[in-house]
């Protein structure tokens, strides 16, 4: 008989299901856009739906599953598999994912619940850029930002469960746009993808000039995407928000850097599709600020884009 285990990656655009075998191996997967307006219960229904349709498809039963793993990009207290707070998806709060989800798949599968980062670090740490590092973060810049903390190669959750979330570590109290951390002023509300669209929405309402606008058609549609492709035509706004995103960057991996004293990032996600014209300018601010010549390696995540799945599994082992 043979044992599988699926991969859950919930993130704050979409979703995505990952299907692998005994040995480990991704044999199928799709992605399913995340409903942000969603509160818990409803989340994890369309997740248990999505899942059964997989079982469903590949003749799979309870029985055959090694269980679930699911990362999420919330503060998850990890022991008992509740979500505290979600920033993306607003309305998960205080929500007991875990045992709702057993009690969902009838009671007799085993599920694993993460913050997301943690479950990426898992997989890059085991299968990807982080091999042979005895200390790594892995440094997930997409919807958000935020950290896995890999030490004496092993995974460090904190207390209760949410170490590394330090795109909510506080660099301008009460100033900035409101995250939805409930925070002003935290590294996230200036730098991240969902966040630095609604820098450039702000200063669109304000009456400046850019051609992000007309790249998106409506002020609403604007992503990163469109700052992306309107910094490659030298557009003034794009180029200021590009710039925004590397100095709060640069600093946040540098507080990092010093808290730690880890020298190896791992960076992945989607702003990723930023290239050089981000994270060069990343590695000189992080550079100005570190006085010191020892080596520090700043590397690209080896999964692409199953990272997300593949540590979700991860769990499981």
């Known amino acids: 008989m043979s044992i599988y285990t699926i991969g859950v990656d919930v993130g704050g655009t979409k979703t995505a299901y990952g299907l692998f075998d005994e040995q480990k191996k991704l044999i199928y997967k799709n992605t399913c856009i995340t409903h942000t307006d969603l509160n818990g219960e409803e989340l994890f229904d369309e997740i248990v739906e999505n899942i059964n349709t997989i079982m469903g498809d590949f003749n799979i039963s309870a029985d055959d599953l090694r269980g679930i793993g699911i990362g999420m990009p919330s503060f998850v207290m990890y022991e008992e598999g509740k979500i505290v707070k979600t920033a993306n998806i607003k309305r998960i709060r205080n929500f007991q994912a875990r045992n709702y989800m057993i009690k969902k798949m009838g009671g007799n599968v085993r599920i694993m619940l993460d913050n997301d980062a943690h479950t990426a670090a898992l997989a890059e740490h085991r299968n990807g850029a982080g091999r042979g590092f005895r200390h790594m973060l892995y440094c997930p810049v997409s919807t958000g930002i935020s950290c896995g903390i890999i ?10 469960g949410w170490a590394g979330e ?23 509300s200036w730098c991240s993808g969902s966040m630095i669209v609604k820098h450039v929405q702000q200063r669109l309402a304000n009456d400046e ?7 998106a058609r409506d002020t609403d549609n604007i992503s990163a995407m469109h700052i992306n492709a309107a910094w490659e035509k030298n557009d003034p706004l794009a180029i200021w928000a590009v710039e925004q995103m590397a100095q709060y960057m640069g600093v946040w991996l540098y507080n990092m850097y010093t808290t730690l004293n880890i020298n190896c990032f791992i960076l992945g996600g989607g702003l990723l599709n930023f290239g050089d014209k981000l994270f060069d300018r990343v590695r000189e601010v992080f550079d100005q600020y570190n006085h010191c010549d020892l080596p520090v390696y700043f590397k690209k995540a080896e999964l692409a884009d199953d990272y997300g799945i593949i540590g979700a599994a991860e769990l499981l082992f």
């Not at 030490?151 to 904190?158: M, P, Q």
């Not at 900035?176 to 409930?182: A, K, R, S």
């Open 151 to 160: 030490i004496n190669n092993e995974l460090f959750r904190g207390r209760y």
């Open 166 to 188: 330090s795109g909510h570590m506080i660099v301008t109290p009460g100033q900035g746009i409101e995250c939805g951390c409930g925070n002003q002023g935290c590294l996230m």
């Open 209 to 215: 000039k850019s051609i992000i606008e007309e790249l």
